[in-house]
């Protein structure tokens, strides 16, 4: 990775002294890089500009990547999630385009996320908040990963919040006890909540989970008046869509 001051510094150390003051400002450079927590250009711009190194929503988009990435291949359910967490925060068109570079950011793990998480102690509702989401993109696919586990609890600490408090959160997002996937017929449940069937084609399949998906998401009772019960029931209802696919999409390879 070509960081912004370590080119810079590296390319004023060669006009002044060639080789060995290359090498002198490239690693000034790096240091500057770290400190400033600046890896690209528009970065750089930015914060010379004096806007904050990592901007709150980039920031919570580069945590959804790295969990939906740590423990393997991205999942549709992920990238569901990651729509419905933009939808959760009214984004409008730039600002999504914004938080897909840093989901697909996020999934390479290059970002140093220590100090912008750090920076949020001071903000406690803000920090809940991010694990909230984070805890949310962690359950979508219908199971907890130990990456997932490792990263939200090493994040929890960067926040200033101790393990049990990290895992008091992710309580409200976990599946019920009972789940498809311990059911002695889990393949054949599974294709009854997507509504197929064992004949139905994978791109049908997809369709209908992302159809049900979109339509029995919490999010959409947002701002029409709804119960406790009535969010808490959405909720588990997009659960069991989330593992159901998941049943499905491993048996069929999809």
């Known amino acids: 990775m070509l960081w912004p001051v370590t080119v810079v510094g590296a390319a004023a150390g060669f006009a002044l002294a060639h080789i060995p003051g290359s090498i002198l400002g490239a690693l000034i450079g790096q240091a500057v890089d770290r400190r400033l927590e600046v890896y690209t250009w528009p970065q750089l711009w930015a914060r010379m500009k004096g806007q904050p190194a990592l901007p709150l929503n980039e920031l919570l988009f580069v945590m959804l990547g790295r969990l939906a990435k740590v423990d393997g ?3 549709e359910s992920h990238i569901a999630q990651a729509r419905h967490e933009m939808t959760r925060m009214s984004l409008n ?3 999504r385009k914004q938080a897909i570079a840093a989901f697909g950011r996020g999934k390479t793990g290059k970002d140093t996320l220590r100090g912008p998480l750090r920076r949020l102690q ?3 509702a803000t920090a ?5 989401a984070c805890w949310r993109m962690a359950w979508a696919d219908g199971q907890l990963g130990q990456g997932e586990q ?10 200033g919040l101790t393990v049990p408090q990290v895992r008091a959160l992710g309580a409200d997002y976990a599946p019920a006890s009972r789940t498809l996937a311990s059911s002695t017929n889990a393949y054949h449940e599974a294709l009854k909540v997507l509504g197929v069937t064992a004949a139905t084609d994978g791109d049908q399949i997809k369709q209908a989970y992302r159809r ?3 339509r029995h998401h919490p999010d959409k009772l947002q701002g029409k008046g709804a119960s406790p019960a009535q969010v808490r029931s959405a ?8 593992s159901a696919y998941d049943i499905v999409r491993k048996r069929r390879g999809l």
């Open 73 to 75: 291949r991205v999942q």
């Open 235 to 242: 909720t588990e209802r997009t659960r069991e869509l989330h």
């Open 93 to 95: 068109e730039g600002a």
């Open 212 to 214: 049900l998906l979109s």
């Open 150 to 159: 490792r990263l939200l609890v090493e994040w929890g600490g960067w926040l």
């Open 128 to 132: 809940e908040g991010l694990l909230r």
């Open 122 to 124: 001071v903000q406690p």
